[in-house]
């Protein structure tokens, strides 16, 4: 439905030649759609706009979705989180690597490390933080999961391992900060942690295979 | 070897600088034990996103990150005193290679009225879904060479289809590029530059380029570098193209 409107420019220039009219209008839109996440990657390394905003679009749910729960539902935080991860993604020269994974873990990991350097900045403005958040965190109620699986897959685990997860995973401490917390030494978390991750993995496992069985 | 296998929660969680996460990852190709723990506890860290909550994205979101990004992005790189001043005199020249004419003007009026002619004929003979999805030109700018060396000229034009807007700019006789050189088009707004990226012609010159309009983004003119390659934010090679003077 663009195609008719290049008819307007005859008067002044030759029209371009047809495969031109599709290439550009492949390229504006359907085709990027169509695109791997691996060529879509490929063309943002070549500063190509359009592949850039199909990314936006394409990943935009998960990647503010994860940076409103980092905040813990600040919307102003996510939503400058969310520009960083997208300059960073631009301006980077550290590249998604396809052999290591799939681009959303990769996308994963480089908001969860843009949020955890903004939650560090913002913990040493604190004073008594370490304290003051470590006991929010106790009392805290989980809130309703999207995801059943990993839920119940977390409900397996104990309490204990459970924060140690939220501590290091969602709250940005570092494992050294946990031990101090924990009053214990490093390698000691180091393998709670260990051990929660595999045990959590056991269960995700499990399920994913009861529910193949199931079907 | 021990030793080096206590690093695995560390690699895990990111705590590792640049340097220790090469130097891990190195132990990780030697160490069966390492690479196989890794693996399985990477299962598990990668489903722990998926506690996030589904939100939903304010919409105005993504013209503040593509303003963030493009603004950040080319106001990056050397930040010296010697830079700006460069690029207040690109911006001098810039200006003054644009003044506005009547040509121009001429020429874009029979285009819109070309255009309604056109979505008239089309009004009568076709469902009216299809005249709402209509691509209207909203802008149009006739270019030309304006270096000796070159007979380069063609148009750039916006065109609105719906709520999107997207700049075509169509080239012709351009100078064959050496290397990895580009031609890049620059967008000029109060002073202010946009990339709006690059492109390279074929074998016989012709070259074109595609770049959907952030947001409400306005634009008053419109210029085309030549550059070293394909990856500047900013302007670094000569102007070569401008907008038409009468
Ligand atoms: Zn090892």
Request: charged share 25%; proline share 4%.
């Given at each position: 439905m663009t195609v008719p409107f290049f008819f307007n420019f005859e008067p002044f220039t030759s029209p371009p030649p047809c495969d031109n009219f599709k290439r550009i209008i492949e390229e504006g839109g359907e085709s990027l759609r169509k695109k791997s996440d691996q060529e879509l990657m490929k063309l943002i390394e070549q500063k190509h706009r359009s592949a850039f905003e199909e990314l936006y679009d394409?990943?935009?749910?998960?990647?503010?979705?994860?940076?409103?729960?980092?905040?813990?539902?600040?919307?102003?935080?996510?939503?400058?989180?969310?520009?960083?991860?997208?300059l960073r993604i631009w301006t980077t020269k550290s590249r998604y690597d396809p052999n290591k994974g799939l681009l959303i873990n990769w996308l994963i990991t480089v908001t969860r490390n843009i949020s955890i350097d903004f939650i560090r900045k913002e913990k040493k403005h604190e004073e008594k933080q370490q304290?003051?958040?470590?006991?929010?965190?106790?009392?805290?109620?989980?809130?309703?999961?999207?995801?059943?699986?990993?839920?119940?897959?977390?409900?397996?685990?104990?309490?204990?391992?459970?924060?140690?997860?939220?501590?290091?995973?969602w709250e940005g401490y570092s494992?050294?900060?946990?031990?101090?917390?924990?009053?214990?030494?490093?390698?000691?978390?180091?393998?709670?942690?260990?051990?929660?991750?595999k045990r959590m993995r056991q269960h995700l496992k499990t399920e994913k295979e009861g529910r193949v069985d199931g079907q | 070897m021990a030793n080096e296998c206590e690093h695995l929660m560390d690699y895990l969680a990111g705590e590792l600088t640049e340097k220790e996460a090469e130097h891990f990852q190195r132990h990780l190709s030697r160490?069966?034990?390492?690479?196989?723990?890794?693996?399985?506890?990477?299962?598990?860290?990668?489903?722990?996103?998926?506690?996030?909550?589904?939100?939903?994205?304010?919409?105005?979101?993504?013209?503040?990150?593509?303003?963030?990004?493009?603004?950040?992005?080319?106001?990056?790189?050397?930040?010296?005193?010697?830079?700006?001043?460069?690029?207040?005199?690109?911006?001098?020249?810039?200006?003054?290679?644009?003044?506005?004419?009547?040509a121009t003007i001429i020429v874009l009026l029979f285009i819109v009225s070309a255009g309604l002619l056109y979505e008239n004929i089309q009004l009568r003979s076709t469902a009216t879904e299809r005249i709402t999805n209509a691509a209207k030109t909203t802008q149009l700018f006739l270019l030309q060479s304006i270096v000796q060396t070159s007979h380069a000229k063609g148009y750039a034009a916006v065109i609105k289809t719906g709520d999107d807007r997207e700049l075509i700019v169509n080239l012709k006789d351009l100078p064959i590029l050496k290397g990895k050189e580009a031609y890049q088009v620059w967008l000029l707004k109060d002073g202010k530059r946009q990339n709006a990226g690059t492109l390279r012609p074929a074998k016989d010159g012709h070259g074109m380029l595609t770049y959907r309009l952030p947001g409400e983004y306005k634009f008053d003119a419109i210029g085309i570098t030549l550059e070293p390659n394909a990856h500047g934010t900013k302007p670094r090679g000569k102007k070569v193209i401008g907008m038409a003077q009468g």
């Open positions: 394409r990943y935009i749910n998960l990647i503010y979705s994860y940076s409103l729960k980092i905040t813990k539902g600040n919307q102003e935080k996510a939503k400058e989180i969310v520009q960083h991860v997208f304290m003051m958040v470590a006991e929010t965190v106790i009392t805290q109620e989980s809130k309703p999961f999207q995801n059943i699986h990993i839920e119940d897959a977390k409900k397996r685990l104990t309490d204990e391992q459970q924060r140690l997860i939220r501590l290091l995973y494992l050294r900060e946990i031990a101090a917390m924990e009053e214990e030494p490093i390698g000691t978390v180091k393998s709670r942690l260990h051990q929660s991750l | 160490c069966e034990q390492c690479s196989s723990e890794l693996e399985q506890l990477q299962e598990a860290w990668h489903s722990l996103p998926s506690e996030a909550e589904h939100a939903d994205v304010p919409p105005e979101l993504k013209s503040e990150v593509m303003n963030f990004v493009f603004n950040e992005a080319s106001a990056e790189s050397p930040r010296t005193m010697d830079a700006s001043e460069k690029i207040t005199a690109w911006t001098h020249r810039f200006i003054k290679g644009f003044a506005p004419i009547t």
